[in-house]
């Protein structure tokens, strides 16, 4: 018994050693890539010709899985030879012009201009308040947001046909119906309801 549990093991660190050298992969393919060029998801994913195929594993391409930009990746093997890398970005929300969020917050670094042109502008003084802007971001975006700046008080919004201030995200939603059947021109968000200046 003790024989056959050895063989089976020096069985086992063979089978180990040349799975190192066969299958090789041959071709990569990358898919849903729009930051990122192939090169780049290939050199996070850590996965190129020539690479043992059995060893493409999801651990060895956890770094792809963390950058930023990826919000989720699946590596698919194709006996013998042949990977498959596809990946779902997370694109640009708003922009202050120095950093980039997208919708759920996280910064993407290193957004091109081409990237970041025609986004909402963040703009504002006092704590930062970029959570709470990404949350009035997401309501307003159907009604053309184009630039949100905060303060203590709260938020003043441009859209197209719209000027909005509200005091807070919770506030506007509170009274989401008055703001969208009166929208249009400057408006204002109190704890009592919505105030419309008349011009």
């Given at each position: 018994m003790r024989r056959f549990g050895l063989a089976l093991l020096v069985l086992l660190a063979?089978?180990?050693?040349?799975?190192?050298?066969?299958?090789?992969?041959?071709?990569?393919?990358v898919e849903g890539n729009v930051h990122h060029d192939a090169a780049a998801v290939q050199r996070l994913a850590n996965v190129a010709a020539g690479d043992p195929f059995l060893w493409v594993t999801a651990t060895r391409v956890r770094a792809l899985g963390e950058d930023p930009w990826v919000l989720n990746v699946v590596v698919v093997r194709q006996w013998p030879d042949r990977v498959t890398i596809g990946i779902r970005e997370r694109t640009p929300a708003l922009t202050d012009g120095a950093t980039t969020w997208a919708d759920d917050g996280t910064v993407l670094s290193g957004a091109t201009p081409a990237e970041t042109?025609?986004?909402?502008?963040?703009?504002?003084?006092?704590?930062?308040?970029?959570?709470?802007?990404?949350?009035?971001?997401?309501?307003?975006?159907?009604?053309?947001?184009?630039?949100?700046?905060?303060?203590?008080?709260?938020?003043?919004?441009?859209?197209?046909?719209?000027?909005?201030?509200?005091?807070s995200a919770e506030a506007l939603r509170e009274h989401w119906a008055a703001f969208v059947s009166h929208r249009g021109g400057r408006m204002a968000v109190y704890p009592w309801g919505v105030s419309k200046a008349h011009e």
């Open positions: 063979a089978l180990v050693i040349a799975s190192l050298f066969v299958p090789k992969v041959a071709v990569v393919v042109t025609g986004l909402p502008r963040l703009e504002g003084w006092g704590p930062g308040r970029v959570e709470e802007a990404l949350v009035l971001l997401r309501l307003l975006r159907p009604f053309g947001v184009l630039v949100i700046s905060y303060s203590p008080e709260g938020f003043d919004i441009l859209m197209d046909g719209t000027r909005l201030f509200t005091p």
